[in-house]
C-alpha cells in the first residue's frame, strides 16, 4: 500500500525570514515557480510580522497577490498577532497559521507577547480564522526545547496543542524550532498527539541544527505522522530564537520518503533544480544532506 506524505515548503517563510540578502518579489515568485514544477503544492508562503522585525518578507501582501490562485495549491501565511491577521485577509490570505511558543521567554522575544497573552491572541486569531473560511494552522514553537527556558515539559506542550485544537485549529505544528529534539522525545511526544489529535491534524517542523532532521522527520513517520515542513535548501531559522539554523531541508525529507516507498507527489531530480534557483539567489544556502551525493551522479539533473 502506498501512503502519502504531505510536504509543506517553509521556505519562502522559514527559509528566507534569517537570510542576509533580502530577495525582490520577482526572485521569491521564480523560486515558488521551480518548487511548483517539483510538485509541491503546500507552501508556507509569507508572513504578516512587523518589517522593521523581518525586512525580509515587507512584501508579504504583493508576493500573496502574485501567486496563482489554484485549488490544488495550499498557501499559510504566518501571523503574529490581530494586526498580523488583519493585513493577510485584506491581501486575500485562505490560509493562516499563527505562532505559539511554548515559553514566557520565547512568547516575549518573538512576539513581544506573554504566553497567557500569545495564547488568547492565538485563540482569537484561529477562531475567527474558522469563522471566515480561512484553513488554520497552530505552530506550538520550542515544543520541545525553547533557547531561553531550556527543555519544555511535554505537559506544557499538550495543553496549548489541546487549546489551539479547541479554538478549532485544523494542523497542530509542532515545532523544535531550535533543532534541539532527539529521537526518543519525538516518538513519545508524536505518539501522544497521534493519538490524541489523529494523524490528519498533525504536523512535524524540524530543524537540522544537529544534523538530525531526517532521523527525527522518520522517527515521527513511524510515530503516524504524515504531514511534514521542510525547507528547500535547508534554509531557515528563527531571527529571534538564538542557536536555530536551517529546516531540515525538503530535498533530504522527499529523497528518504519516496526511497522507502511513501508517495510524496514531488520529483526529486526537479527538485534539486530548485535547490540550484536557492543556491544562486542566496549564496547562504548550504543545500541538503543529499545534494552532493545526487550531484555526483552521472544522471543527476545538471
Ligand atoms: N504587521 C505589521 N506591523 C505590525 C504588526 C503586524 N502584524 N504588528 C505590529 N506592527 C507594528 C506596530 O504598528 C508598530 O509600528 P510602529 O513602530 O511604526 O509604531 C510596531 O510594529 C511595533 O508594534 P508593537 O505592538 O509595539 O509590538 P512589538 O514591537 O512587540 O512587535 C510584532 C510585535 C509581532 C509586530 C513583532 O514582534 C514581530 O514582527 N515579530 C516577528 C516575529 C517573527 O516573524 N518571528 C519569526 C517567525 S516565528
Ligand atoms: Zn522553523
Same mark, same amino acid.
Given at each position: ?26 526572485? *521569491?515568485? /521564480? ?13 508556507? +508562503? $509569507?508572513?504578516?510580522?512587523?518589517? *522593521? ?42 490560509? !493562516?497559521?499563527?505562532?505559539? @511558543? ?6 516575549? *522575544? ?19 480564522? *474558522? ?20 527543555? $519544555? ?24 524550532? !531550535?533543532?534541539? +529534539? ?18 490528519? %491534524?498533525?504536523? +512535524? %517542523?524540524? %530543524? ?10 522518520? $522517527? ?9 515542513? @521542510?525547507?528547500? /535548501? ?9 542557536? /536555530? @539554523? ?42 541538503? %544532506? ?13
Amino acid at each position: 500500500m502506498t501512503e502519502r506524505i504531505l510536504i509543506n515548503e517553509v521556505g519562502l517563510r522559514d527559509g528566507l525570514q534569517n537570510q542576509p540578502s533580502i530577495l525582490s518579489t520577482d526572485q *521569491k515568485l /521564480a523560486l515558488f515557480h521551480t518548487l511548483r514544477a517539483a510538485g509541491i503544492r503546500d507552501f508556507e +508562503a $509569507t508572513s504578516f510580522v512587523s518589517p *522593521k522585525h523581518v525586512p525580509q518578507l515587507a512584501d508579504a501582501a504583493e508576493f500573496l497577490r502574485l501567486l496563482p490562485q489554484d485549488r490544488s495549491l495550499r498557501y499559510t501565511c504566518l501571523i503574529p498577532n490581530e494586526r498580523g491577521y488583519e493585513r493577510a485577509l485584506a491581501a486575500g490570505a485562505t490560509g !493562516i497559521a499563527v505562532v505559539l @511558543s511554548a515559553t514566557e521567554g520565547l512568547n516575549q *522575544k518573538n512576539i513581544g507577547m506573554s504566553l497567557v497573552q500569545a495564547t488568547e491572541v492565538c485563540e482569537r486569531v484561529v477562531r475567527r480564522a *474558522k469563522d471566515e473560511g480561512l484553513f488554520a494552522r497552530a505552530y506550538i514553537a520550542a515544543a520541545f526545547a525553547c533557547p531561553f527556558e531550556g527543555l $519544555t515539559p511535554p505537559r506544557v506542550l499538550f495543553e496549548l496543542l489541546d487549546r489551539m485544537r479547541t479554538a478549532g485549529a485544523d494542523e497542530l505544528a509542532i515545532a523544535d524550532t !531550535i533543532g534541539a +529534539a532527539n529521537p526518543r522525545q519525538v516518538k513519545d511526544v508524536f505518539q501522544e498527539a497521534i493519538n490524541r489529535y489523529d494523524d490528519s %491534524h498533525v504536523a +512535524a %517542523h524540524f %530543524h537540522d541544527t544537529r544534523g538530525l532532521g531526517t532521523a527525527l522527520a522518520w $522517527t515521527a513517520a513511524e510515530a503516524g505522522v504524515r504531514r511534514f515542513d @521542510s525547507s528547500i /535548501a535547508g534554509l531557515g531559522g528563527c531571527p529571534f530564537a538564538p542557536g /536555530a @539554523s536551517g529546516n531540515v531541508a525538503t530535498e533530504d525529507l522527499v529523497f528518504m520518503f519516496n526511497d522507502v516507498g511513501f508517495e510524496t507527489g514531488i520529483d526529486f531530480n526537479a527538485l534539486l533544480a530548485a535547490v540550484g534557483t536557492a543556491a544562486t539567489m542566496l549564496q547562504a544556502a548550504r543545500g541538503g %544532506h543529499i545534494v552532493p551525493w545526487a550531484r555526483s551522479r552521472p544522471q543527476a539533473a545538471e
